[in-house]
C-alpha cells in the first residue's frame, strides 16, 4: 500500500511518484547533501555551482550516489536521488513532492547523510587533465 499522494500538477506533469513518503529527516539529509555538494563544488570550480538537487538540469554522479535534476523531456525519469537500491523521486526540486522507493528509517536516512557527504568531501573533479587532490 502505497502512502504517498501527489500534487495536482505532479500527477499529470511530473514524473512517475514512488511508493513512499518522503520522511522530514530525510528530506533534511538531502539537503544537507546538496549544501555541501555545492560548498564542495564552488572549491573546485571558483564559481557558484547549479545543484541537480534543485531546477537546474544539472547532474552529479560518483560512486556512492548519484542525483539528477527535474527532467522536462518527455522520456521517463526514473528517479532524482539513487543512493544504494533506494530511488528517490521529488517534483521540479528536491524536497516538493518527494518519495522514495522504500521506507526510508531514521537510522537509514543517517546512514545515507554520512556515506554522501563523505563522497562528496572526497569528490575528485577532472578538469583540463587535472585532477585535484
Not at 31 to 50: D, F, G, P
Not at 53 to 69: Q, R, S
Request: aromatic fraction near 14%; hydrophobic fraction near 35%; charge should be negative.
Amino acid at each position: 500500500m502505497s502512502d504517498f499522494e501527489p500534487e495536482l500538477g505532479q500527477m499529470f506533469f511530473g514524473q512517475p511518484s514512488k511508493k513512499y513518503a518522503l520522511s522530514e529527516i530525510t528530506e533534511a539529509a538531502l539537503i544537507s547533501i546538496s549544501t555541501e555538494l555545492e560548498r564542495v563544488m564552488w572549491n573546485i570550480k571558483q564559481r557558484a555551482y547549479e545543484s541537480p538537487f534543485y531546477n537546474t538540469g544539472n547532474v552529479f554522479e560518483c560512486d556512492t550516489f548519484k542525483v539528477h535534476a527535474y527532467s522536462w523531456s518527455d522520456d521517463e525519469q526514473p528517479w532524482n536521488f539513487l543512493w544504494k537500491d533506494i530511488e528517490i523521486s521529488w517534483y521540479k526540486c528536491c524536497g516538493r513532492g518527494a518519495s522514495s522507493s522504500k521506507k526510508i528509517t531514521a537510522d537509514m536516512a543517517s546512514e545515507m547523510l554520512d556515506d554522501c557527504l563523505r563522497a562528496v568531501r572526497n569528490y575528485k573533479y577532472v578538469s583540463e587533465g587535472k585532477t585535484r587532490k
